[in-house]
Structures are given as C-alpha cells and as structure tokens.
C-alpha cells in the first residue's frame, strides 16, 4: 500500500516545489522589474530628458552604455525612466479592469434580470470591435496621452473580467454552502465578500497576470502610433516610434526600448503562467 | 398553536424550452407538530427537495403558503426571511459542499452567530460547544472541508444548523452521501438532538428503511404529489398504493 502511494506523492512534492521555485523566482524578477521602474529617477545615470548636440546619434560607448538618440539624450537613462510610464500605466490599467470588469460581473450574476441582459449586451458591443481598432478610435477621439491610453484600452478590456467573474458567479450560487451562507442570514454584500470574492479570485487573478504581458504591448502599441505618451516623456513604445527611420543607420536607439519591452513582457507572462500552473488544482495537495 | 409547520397547496412548475412544463410539486399539503419528527420519501424526481427548497425559501412556491409557527412565509424577504431562517434550518445532501472550501469549518458554524450579534469570542466558544454536542473535537473548527470526512463534516453540518437554535431543522438527503454505518451515527446523533431540544425533523429521504424507526409520521411523494400519508408501520405493512408497495418493495 505505502509503496504504490510513495512515488506518487514525491512526484507531486518535486513538481510543485519546482513550481514554488519557479513562482518565487519569476515573482522576484517582476517584482524587481516594478521597484526598478519606481525609484527610476535615482537608477538613470543621465537626466533622461538632457540634450545634447554635440553628441547626437552616438553608439553605444563606455559612457553611454547604450548610445544617444538624435537630441544626444541618453538611451540607457531614457529607457530606465520609460519603465516608470510604461510598467506603472500597464499595472493601473490592469488592476483597474480587474476590480471593475470583475464588479460588473459580479452585479450581472446577482441582481439577473434586466440588470445583467443590460450590461452583457453592452460587453457584446465592446468585445464585438476589433481590440486595438477601436482603443485607437477611443483614444483618437480623446486625444493623445498616456492618461487617455489607459482609457481607451480599459473600455476595451474589462468585459473579459465581467464575463469570467459573472460565469465564475453564477456557478458558485447553486453550490450548498452559498444557500447555507443565506441561511445563516448573512447579507448580500458579506456573502460576496466573504464567498464569492475569495472563490472566483483564483481563475481572476491568473487572466490579470497574463494580461499584464498583452496590455503592455498594447499600450506601448498605442504609444508607437503616437496616440498614447507625448513625445518628451520617455516611454518604450513611443521611443521606438521615434526612432524606427534610424533603425538601419543606428539600430541601438529602437532596439534599447525594444529589448526593454520584450523583456518586461516575458517576465510578466512567465509570471502569468507560472501562476495558472501553482493556482491550478492538479498540483495541489 | 402547536404546529411549527404548515404548507398549503403548495405548487411549483418548471418550465422548459423544449417540451411541456414540468410539474414538479402539485398542491402538497401537511402540517408538522413542534417537535415532531416527519419524513418525506419518494425517488428521485418525486419532487420531495423541490418542497423541501420551497420550505427553506430558497425556490421561489408558484403557489400555495407555508406558515412557519403561525407566521406565513411564503413571501418573506429580507428581515422577515432572516427572522425565520433563526427558526428554520437546512442541512444539505453533500457535506463538503456545502462548507465554504475556502473557509473553516468554525468559520462556517459561526457565521449564523455573528449575524446575530455574538462577538468574535462567543461566537468561538460556542462553536467549541457546538462541535462538542455533535461529537467533535474544537481542533475541528480550524479544519477546511476537504480535511475531514464527510461524516464529519455532515456533523459541522448540523452543528451549523443548530447554531441559532432553530425549532425546525429540515435534513434534505442529509444521510444519503455518507455510508451506512455513518448513517446511522448521524441518525443517532440527531436523535439525541431531538430529545435534548425538542427541535421538529423534516426529513427529505428516498430510503424507506432507514426512516422506518427514525420518524414519527411519514409522507410518501410520487409525482409532485402525495399519495400516502401515515405512521411508518402503518405506510409500511398496509400500504394503499401500488407505488408505495413498490417502493418498500425495491428496499427490502
């Protein structure tokens, strides 16, 4: 008996301590991505926003490490501050449309009726345009802006969270324990707060964590099409927008940014997904 | 008033999409004595737990009341329901489902009297007593559902029913998921509950047998309606209808 159980439970043990390795380190790395881009003014060894003509277009040298843009601004110093618009505005904008699209959700699943055929349709609507085609017509329509960008993309982006929280609800609501919550006549608002909340956070909290990945290129997308942060401010999207005609003469001022986006991206989604895979039941116990 | 229970042409229609309403319960109609100890039986889709959801409020009647110690409840919301469910409590079918998974069995067992104004402490302590009453240990109170079997959680089940000190506790299936000699320790358990405090039974089973020395009267549902009504020796040993003989019979 104890032999056939053994190996089973050492697989299971390795498999999530490598997990819980895995968690700990891509954890570690973003955590470390975000308090980087907090204190970016002190770790920018030039003023991001200095220029200076008489070294413009420089490749990257001891001094600069990763070369100047046409102004003589420093790349490395520009890159670092652009973590603070970029990473910051992404982490806004998907702790935002989590709380309200999940919200949302959970209002639909509850009040039913009227309440939820009103706001489905209205998710219909938006998840009927094409994302990034109507984020740009969002964002044309209120003009540039990081602020504006953020919008654009939330307006786009929280039915997701209202469907997944309104589905995760309503198969919550015929599970015992829920009526036995009412029974023990608990409010509305406690039986949300103590037993919906905690129960439907897990598959949330894994689609927020792979969506940081995919918010970010958009809003760095949006950025590239001018139509997110304004030119002086650093930010990884519209540096690259920038700079893309030096791209064959100078390619270290695009591809810096570049590289800054590729590498936040990874270890945001590596986190999502290390996440899904620690959250997810068949490793558990 | 002696009755704790009455229900009165009682009417639930299900409809569907594709094909003719589903009548599940069709003018069901009895009364249950303060401390009284009534089973309904029938199989599955006799429509025993529709009544039994009816009763608790947790499905809306289409037709007919239900009087919960004289006071009609049919209706009832908000406080009125929340004044009623301290008279009234349900202990499920399944155990582990019903305890929060991601919550303590203390923490399930005390959530009925935090509601109703006990604080954090006495609300601990009493769950302490209550765990005691229904023969677990207090380490069970720190326990998550899936760390206990389902006798033991059924018994936090009924510990959690017996929280607010109802006068009606209605057991829907409430031995049906655990295995025969878990059964009956439950029985027994709820047996001496009821002698202690007098509280009336209202017991959804669909086996025969195993109310025969439980109850005190037994209803028999086949349709949505009842067709058989009496003590259990009487329902058993001089049955009227063939579908009551059919169901001992497929018992014993």
């Known amino acids: 008996m104890s032999q056939a159980i053994a190996p089973t439970i050492r697989v299971q043990n390795v498999r999530q301590n490598r997990l819980q390795r895995k968690l700990y380190f891509f954890g570690a790395l973003a955590v ?27 490749a990257p040298s001891a001094e600069h490490l990763l070369g100047t843009d046409r102004y003589g601004r420093d790349m490395l110093s520009r890159v670092i501050a652009g973590s603070k618009t970029s990473i910051f505005s992404t982490l806004l904008l998907v702790g935002f449309i989590t709380v309200f699209g999940s919200l949302i959700g959970i209002i639909c699943a509850w009040a ?28 044309a329509v209120l003009g540039g802006g990081v602020h504006n960008a953020i919008f654009a993309l939330a307006a786009i982006s929280w039915p997701k969270y209202a469907r997944l929280a309104r ?7 015929s599970a015992a324990f829920m009526q036995a919550a009412q029974m023990a006549g608990s409010s509305t608002f406690k039986i949300i707060r103590k037993h919906v909340i905690p129960n439907i956070s897990g ?33 990884w999207g519209s540096m690259m927008s920038d700079t893309r005609n030096l791209l064959p003469t100078q390619p270290w001022v695009t591809l810096a940014p570049g590289f800054a986006i590729f590498l936040s991206v990874m270890v945001f989604n590596l986190l999502g997904d290390t996440v ?7 490793n558990r116990r | 008033m002696n009755e704790i229970l009455q229900v009165a042409h009682l009417k639930k229609v299900f409809s569907r999409q594709d094909g003719p309403d589903i009548i599940a319960v069709d003018d069901v109609s009895f009364s249950l004595q303060k401390g009284e100890k009534l089973a309904i039986i029938g199989e599955s889709g006799s429509g025993k737990t529709t009544v039994a959801r009816m009763i608790a409020r947790l ?93 033991q959680c059924q018994r936090a089940a009924i510990a959690r029913a017996l929280a607010i000190e109802p ?45 025969q020395d439980f109850c005190d009267r037994v209803i028999v549902m086949h349709n949505g309606r009842i067709v058989e009504e009496g003590t259990p020796d009487d329902v058993i040993n001089n049955s009227q209808q063939a579908y009551t003989k059919k169901l001992i019979d497929s018992v014993l």
């Open chain 1, 32 to 58: 470390l991505l975000i308090v980087a881009s907090f204190f970016s003014e002190y770790l920018c060894p030039y003023d991001p926003y200095m220029q200076d003509m008489s070294l413009t277009k420089a």
């Open chain 1, 112 to 139: 039913g009726k009227w309440v939820d055929t009103l706001l489905m349709r209205l998710s219909d609507m938006f998840l009927a345009f094409p994302g990034l085609v109507f984020a740009l017509a969002v964002a």
């Open chain 1, 167 to 173: 589905s995760q609800t309503l198969a919550l609501q």
């Open chain 1, 203 to 235: 598959p949330i909290l894994v689609t927020a964590m792979l969506d940081i990945g995919t918010m970010m290129m958009e809003l760095a997308g949006l950025s590239f099409l001018g139509l997110g942060a304004k030119p002086p401010i650093p930010e």
């Open chain 1, 276 to 282: 899904r895979d620690y959250l997810d039941p068949k």
């Open chain 2, 59 to 151: 499905l809306e009647a289409d037709a007919g009341s239900i009087m919960l110690d004289g006071e009609d409840i049919t209706q009832a919301k908000g406080t009125k329901l929340k004044q009623a469910y301290t008279r009234m409590q349900m202990v499920f079918q399944n155990p582990q489902d019903s305890f929060d998974p991601r919550c303590t069995l203390g923490d399930g067992i005390s959530e009925s009297l935090s509601n109703h104004g006990k604080s954090k402490k006495q609300a601990a302590d009493m769950t302490k007593n209550l765990l005691a009453l229904c023969g677990l240990g207090e380490e069970f109170a720190h326990r998550y559902p899936h760390e206990v079997s389902g006798g």
């Open chain 2, 167 to 211: 006068e009606l506790v209605i057991l829907d299936e409430a031995t049906s998921a655990l295995d025969v000699t878990v059964q009956a320790e439950v029985l027994d358990l709820l047996n001496r509950l009821q002698q202690d405090r007098g509280i009336a039974y209202l017991f959804i089973c669909h086996d025969i047998a195993l109310v």
